[in-house]
């Protein structure tokens, strides 16, 4: 069984556990892969970088799991 998407799961864990997250956070203007790596750091720091504010935080982690759900 997969872990839930939340907002203090590390990218590198999120890519591996949901490779569509990579093209679902780029289309976001969230880049998590550079140079082939994932970037380090959790969910929420590259949404806080990005100058995210906790609503749209909170959207993407519910975005991130409904498009996980349905793409079991």
């Known amino acids: 069984m997969k872990p ?3 907002r203090q799961m590390l990218v590198e864990d999120l890519i591996r556990e949901y ?3 990579s093209r679902f956070l780029s289309d976001r ?3 998590c892969i550079i140079c ?3 970037v380090w ?3 929420e720091e ?3 970088d990005k100058n ?3 609503q749209q935080i ?5 975005d991130l799991n409904q498009a996980a759900s349905a793409s079991q």
Do not use: D, W
Request: hydrophobic share 40%; net charge negative.
């Open 4 to 6: 839930e998407i939340n």
């Open 19 to 21: 490779p569509f997250a």
């Open 29 to 31: 203007g969230l880049q």
């Open 36 to 38: 082939g790596e994932p």
């Open 41 to 43: 750091g959790t969910l």
């Open 46 to 48: 590259l949404a806080l």
């Open 52 to 54: 995210y504010n906790e």
């Open 58 to 62: 909170n959207e993407l982690v519910s």
